[in-house]
């Protein structure tokens, strides 16, 4: 249904107690753990080339900063992501993200410098709630390998939604293994953790990746 690319994006991973995300996932799936832990994840990165199928990118809709809160679930054999919050600086990004998807999208005002190889990623919801981090890889493009941590945060292929109706669905992502990175981030300040009900202790462990081609499946309903 979708393609469109994922440019300089930052995975910053912490663990946290299931306990404490139990209650902010919804129960028809299974809270997933590494190491008797669950995981929390920021990503920030920036989308280019967002587009239905068959319809050639448009300049001023296909280009924009996006940021994710996730965790990572099951249902079955699928493993997948759940997103507490998704911030884009497109409006229409938004709607459409909330009305294809389900999915809880935020608008806000968010902007990108890279001065290579650091990026300056800053996101201001219309709220107050504002993130700054700077970021950059530090070692060579390497794939992480099974049973690793890195592995379980990053080598997933679907994301599962609920509607407010309470139907959960499952949409399929395809991309290649991930170009991971080793990285360094600097967290100037983060407030979308907290606004979505999360507390995180400590610096988060961090991975690079520069670029990744996706394509998106729509959503189907979970039996």
């Not at 995981?39 to 448009?58: K, M, Q, S």
């Not at 924009?64 to 997948?80: L, Q, S």
């Not at 902007?111 to 070692?139: F, L, N, Q």
Request: aromatic share 12%; hydrophobic share 40%; proline share 9%.
């Amino acid at each position: 249904m979708w393609t469109q690319t994922w440019n300089q994006l930052a995975f910053l991973h912490w663990p946290v107690p299931h306990a404490q995300l139990r209650p902010l996932v919804p129960r028809d799936l299974l809270l997933e753990e590494f190491n008797g832990s669950a995981w929390v994840a920021v990503t920030p990165f920036v989308i280019t080339g967002a587009t239905l199928r068959g319809i050639p990118p448009l300049p001023l809709l296909s280009t924009f900063p996006e940021t994710n809160v996730r965790t990572y679930v099951r249902h079955g054999d699928h493993p997948g992501i759940w997103f507490f919050s998704l911030d884009a600086d497109t409006r229409l990004g938004v709607f459409g993200g909330r009305w294809l998807y389900e999915l809880p999208y935020v608008y806000a005002t968010m902007s990108a410098r890279r001065t290579a190889p650091r990026v300056d990623y800053d996101v201001r919801r219309p709220g107050g709630e504002r993130m700054h981090v700077s970021y950059e890889p530090t070692g060579p493009v390497r794939r992480a390998p099974p049973a690793t941590l890195e592995y379980f945060l990053t080598e997933r292929y679907c994301l599962y939604a609920k509607s407010r109706g309470g139907q959960l669905y499952r949409a399929e992502i395809h991309h290649v293994p991930w170009p991971l990175q080793s990285a360094k981030a600097t967290i100037e300040r983060n407030d979308l953790l907290v606004a979505n009900g999360i507390s995180v202790a400590g610096s988060p462990m961090v991975h690079y990746a520069e670029r990744l081609d996706v394509a998106i499946w729509p959503l189907r309903a979970v039996r």
